[in-house]
């Protein structure tokens, strides 16, 4: 297992993936790209020149929790398209459930804010295994009306999905720390991606404000109609963020026992995720060796055989006869990449297929922490019913970096 190089808190690197670190604007910028996953996780490391800068996170989280910024525990909206994936933002409940979190941290913030940021650094244990949770998937049918979300938040800019309609704000009229935020993730994905040709401004801001006891589990951030570049900022206590191969990646075999025809991913990143192929399984009378990569890659290749010819009940029968012949069992993926994230810290997740073979889950360590999520919503993926009443205006791309700019910035090392 690999680490990021010199530092006093170790992420957890599986062996599928290739770090690249370099240092810019004060930031110490680490990339991860994955094998057979086209995309990277990008973890910007502020210092604290960062985090001291003026109007920087130090004076987002003082503004965070000195103003109103209608954070509630919101109920789930409930529509058909969004059902099966509702669990994205169900987890853990907590007392109060639809309470504001500024009256919370109204009552003294100086000292919550100090609180947060000392209870975050002293007490994570950022090489601690992430909970294997129960398979998720199988929650999304679970889903009772009237479930409340994990956190509190409140929406800026365009609707989100899972925010009920008119209950987003018009960047227009939010707090200067949400602006300013939106403006510093789109400065961070023109200097972190280095990509002008995959530039979108962000025109989605979902803001949660975690008190203690309270994450968010493993889900995907892949929605129809968003832009493929998500980017966080996280504010207070630190966190651990996991990512992890989606169960039906892993082992291809639906809840009910159907070979879920998707190309293997890649042999290293499977591995890298606890597989171990032809391991040896016990029947009554002999040792066999089973579920082996080849067979997984025979049995796929065989499918889409039966699919070009037409034969639909030939491809139904043998979907079904398929996972026991290869003696497939479900299980979840182990996390192949965890790492620490404290006050200031950056995540950008690039690329559509980071969502679709992967999920992350976060999960804080302090009493009070805030992460400010930027999207893209493509406009026309809305109807018009769904378009909020006020205008969304381009990022004015206020923020620079100049005050935080350092000379030389190092050149990139990889491994
Ligand atoms: O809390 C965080 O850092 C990330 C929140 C998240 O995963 C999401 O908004 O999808």
């Not at 109204?106 to 294997?132: F, M, Q, R, V």
């Not at 996991?242 to 293997?264: E, M, N, Q």
């Amino acid at each position: 297992m690999a680490t990021d190089g010199p530092s006093l808190i170790k992420s957890s690197v599986k062996p599928a993936i290739c770090t690249t670190i370099r240092y810019c604007h004060n930031y110490k910028v680490v990339k991860y790209t994955i094998e057979g996953v086209s995309g990277s996780v990008i973890v910007a490391k502020a210092n604290q020149k960062v985090v001291s800068e003026l109007g920087g996170p130090n004076d987002m989280f003082r503004e965070m929790q000195s103003k109103n910024i209608g954070l509630e525990r919101r109920m789930l909206r409930k529509t058909a398209d969004v059902d099966l994936k509702l669990s994205n933002y169900q987890g853990d409940f907590v007392a109060g459930a639809g309470a504001n979190v500024s009256a919370v941290a109204h009552a003294e913030p100086a000292i919550y804010a100090e609180e947060a940021l000392n209870a975050g650094g002293a007490s994570a244990d950022p090489d601690e295994e992430t909970s294997g949770n129960a398979d998720e998937e199988d929650d999304h049918h679970k889903v009772e009306v009237g479930a409340r979300m994990t956190a509190f938040g409140m929406n800026f800019g365009m609707p989100y999905k899972f925010i009920a309609n008119g209950e987003s704000q018009s960047f227009d009229d939010a707090p200067e720390a949400i602006r300013a935020a939106r403006s510093r993730l789109n400065w961070a994905q023109r200097v972190f991606i280095n990509d002008p040709t995959g530039y979108q401004d962000f025109n989605e801001e979902l803001v949660f404000a975690y008190l203690e006891g309270q994450k968010i589990k493993y889900h995907d951030d892949g929605e129809k109609g968003l832009g493929p570049r998500i980017a966080t900022l996280s504010l207070g206590a630190a966190a651990t963020m996991s990512l992890r191969v989606k169960t039906k990646y892993f082992c291809p075999i639906s809840t009910s026992g159907v070979f879920t025809d998707a190309k293997p991913l890649p042999l290293p990143l499977l591995e890298s995720s606890g597989y171990t192929s032809g391991f040896k399984g016990k029947t009554k009378t002999k040792t066999q060796s089973k579920d082996s990569y080849e067979g997984r890659m025979a049995a796929w290749e065989e499918l889409q055989c039966l699919k070009q010819a037409g034969d639909t009940d030939g491809y139904r029968r043998r979907s079904k006869e398929l996972p026991r012949e290869l003696g497939l069992r479900r299980k979840q993926a182990d996390p192949i990449l965890s790492f620490h994230l404290t006050h200031g810290d950056i995540v950008i997740m690039e690329g559509e297929q980071i969502q679709k073979y992967l999920e992350h889950q976060v999960e804080p360590h302090g009493n009070l922490r805030f992460a400010l999520t930027c999207r893209t919503v493509l406009p026309n993926h809305l109807t018009p019913e769904q378009l909020p009443p006020y205008e969304v205006e381009p990022d004015s791309g206020r923020y620079d970096g100049n005050a935080i700019r350092e000379d030389g910035d190092g050149e990139a090392v990889t491994w």
